[in-house]
């Protein structure tokens, strides 16, 4: 993982917790250090938990708050939008947790 993200996990988990997020993992270019710091986005995969009216306020509102926090741009992925097998597993080989609601507190 790349100093850019570990560097903030505490806020991260802050962000988390104010939108009710459930999880949150790392992936892409920046879990495998491949990362361009000119060039490269943040690719994360998140489980909102309930998908209860709101819900894509919820999403977008946070795509803002993590792009404004790393100073660039986010793709957020959820959960349940990842069908296609091979990017299922490309994105389970890579996955780092960052978040998880269970303690409330960021990842080691």
């Known amino acids: ?11 991260i988990a802050a ?14 270019s920046a879990a495998t250090g491949a990362f361009d710091p000119e060039t490269s986005d943040l690719d994360f995969v998140v489980d909102l ?13 946070f795509a803002d708050a993590l792009e404004a926090l790393f100073g660039r741009s986010v793709d957020l992925v959820t959960e349940p939008s990842i069908s296609n ?7 389970d080989r890579q996955r780092i947790r ?3 609601a269970r303690d409330g ?3 080691a």
């Not at 993982?1 to 806020?11: G, N, P, S, T, W």
């Not at 939108?19 to 790392?26: A, E, G, M, V, Y």
């Not at 938990?49 to 509102?61: D, I, L, P, T």
């Not at 097998?85 to 994105?91: D, I, L, M, Q, T």
């Open 1 to 11: 993982m790349i100093a850019l993200v570990e560097d903030k996990k505490d806020d």
């Open 15 to 28: 962000l988390c917790r104010r939108f009710s997020i459930q999880r949150l993992d790392l992936f892409g």
């Open 49 to 61: 938990g309930e998908y209860e009216s709101g819900v894509a306020r919820r999403y977008f509102a």
């Open 85 to 91: 097998p091979y990017f299922r597993a490309a994105v």
């Open 98 to 100: 960052l978040y998880e």
């Open 105 to 107: 507190q960021a990842a």
